[in-house]
């Protein structure tokens, strides 16, 4: 049976435009999937750059616009891996000319950005997913499986934390290329909308809304030179964020990330507490989760290091034989081809809405010092 050709459209050929371009190439050679996805054209600013970048992956075309992209009758589908502050235009544009949308995260730089993104799509009628990986992680997935199945009974706890150190140095400029995640008009927020938004996604996924946050923020180096203008600016981010919450289920909160934990590369970690059971994982040993059953038998209770490779756990049928490993870039594979196949819960617009409404209400209570509610989802 023939295929159906998905041609996509990219904007941004980054770190991301890489992760999301690989996923594209290899999902339909992995998984079985209805569409043949079509590398149409990739959209940047620096067309000798884009070249070369298309030249490398395979893309058909070039466009440095990315309205002319958005209004090619060839593209069915827009993927925006492009800094945040582009994210609610294009994918405005894009659901005006009827693409199917796939974003970066955060969805938008504020709720109501993201909100104006998910509320175009709706009215378009045109599926869309925000590229929260993290949840694509086959131990991830597990968790969700054991959690949804009841097995760990009325949760108490959900501890998260991002950590990293990258931006410790004072002369690390902000602004531009590689550095706009330090440029608060570009990227919205610091660690809470770049790092903390995985943990919140995750969290939200795994154990459901999060009704009331109190919050605190730093910013640690507060002024760095602008690579755009040359002088020397004040930051606008917040280099570490941390947050208590309540859980509508009644559970607490307690998460962190920060860009200033010395060592630490990109340490996501989680952990749940509940009733009848405990499950924690790390992102530096993904392949893992550590899970504690106190219904074992007494003397020989104790955590289990489950080594998430065999061919009944999520995903790795479709990789190689039990006990080798998958990692970072197969998360957006296993995105991908979930997107294709409508299967897992994909992550969409309305989920990176209810993301950003938390991250909101966390830099809202840190400025307000109080307690903030977050505000309520449609979904
Ligand atoms: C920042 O350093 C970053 O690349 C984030 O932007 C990603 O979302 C995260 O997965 C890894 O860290």
Redo the contacts with the bound molecule.
């Keep these: 049976m023939s295929k159906r050709p998905l041609r996509i459209g990219l904007v941004g050929y980054g770190?991301m435009g890489r992760a999301h371009s690989n996923a594209f190439l290899q999902a339909g050679r992995f998984f079985k999937t209805e569409y043949e996805p079509l590398l149409q054209a990739v959209c940047a600013r620096n067309r000798q750059r884009a070249e070369a970048f298309a030249a490398n992956w395979g893309y058909q075309s070039v466009e440095t616009d990315w309205r002319a992209l958005t209004e090619r009758k060839d593209i069915d589908l827009i993927d925006i891996a492009s800094p945040n502050d582009t994210h609610r235009d294009i994918a405005i544009a894009a659901a005006e000319t009827a693409k199917m949308i796939l974003c970066e995260?955060p969805l938008g730089r504020t709720a109501a950005e993201s909100e104006a993104m998910a509320d175009a799509a709706e009215r378009a009628k045109v599926s869309t997913m925000v590229w929260y990986?993290y949840r694509r992680v086959p131990a991830v997935m597990l968790l969700k499986q054991l959690l949804d199945q009841g097995r760990f009974g009325k949760i108490f706890h959900y501890r998260a934390k991002f950590l990293?150190d990258?931006t410790i140095s004072a002369e690390l400029p902000q602004g531009g290329e590689g550095l706009w995640?330090l440029d608060v008009g570009v990227a919205g927020s610091g660690v809470t909308g770049?790092?903390l938004a995985?943990c919140i996604d995750t969290a939200l996924w795994l154990n459901g809304p999060l009704d009331r946050v109190t919050a605190m923020t730093e910013t640690f180096i507060k002024e760095r030179k602008h690579n755009l203008t040359g002088r020397v600016e004040p930051v606008g981010i917040d280099d570490a964020s941390a947050f208590l919450g309540r859980f509508a289920n009644g559970s607490l909160a307690t998460f962190e990330a920060t860009r200033y934990a010395r060592g630490h590369k990109?340490l996501y970690t989680l952990e749940i507490n509940g009733e009848h059971a405990s499950a924690a994982w790390d992102l530096h040993d993904l392949h893992r989760i550590q899970f504690f059953n106190h219904s074992d038998e007494g003397r020989l209770r104790g955590w289990r290091n489950i080594n998430v490779t065999d061919g009944d756990h999520p995903y790795m049928k479709h990789w190689w034989v039990p006990g080798l490993q998958t990692g970072y870039e197969h998360t957006f594979i296993h995105q991908f081809a979930d997107f294709l196949n409508g299967e897992n819960d994909p992550p969409a617009f309305r989920d990176g809405v209810a993301a950003d409404r938390v991250t909101d209400a966390v830099l809202a209570s840190a400025k307000s010092g109080r307690w903030e509610t977050v505000a309520a989802s449609k979904k």
């Design positions: 770190f995260k990986n990293q990258w995640r770049d790092l995985h990109a």
